[in-house]
């Protein structure tokens, strides 16, 4: 199931490797968000940007949301800048 980033944790090279914090992420809207994000700080001494701002937007994916690719994204930095630009581009968000 892809996580609110977007990103399939059945392929994440995190999750594969064992140093993924939470074992897996859910949709921003997924009833163990919260719980997931809790874990996340616990561990990281940080919150996921993007899970935070999907379950405070209350989306399950990113692309979804009005506002993707936002800074959020940038910050993250789960995407390449290359590829957020190129994605604003498509959408004519320049």
């Known amino acids: 199931m892809p996580s609110a980033c977007g ?8 999750l594969d490797k064992k140093l993924c914090p939470i074992e897996g992420c859910v949709p921003g809207t997924d009833p163990r968000a919260p719980d997931k994000q809790e874990r996340f700080k616990a561990v990281m001494g940080h919150p996921c940007l993007i ?24 910050k993250q930095e789960i995407y390449s800048k290359k590829l957020l630009d190129m994605i604003k581009g498509m959408l004519g968000k320049k």
């Open 7 to 14: 990103l399939a944790c059945e392929v994440c090279g995190f």
């Open 51 to 74: 899970l935070d701002c999907a379950i405070n937007k209350k989306v399950d994916h990113c692309t979804r949301c009005d506002e993707f690719p936002c800074e959020v994204h940038y």
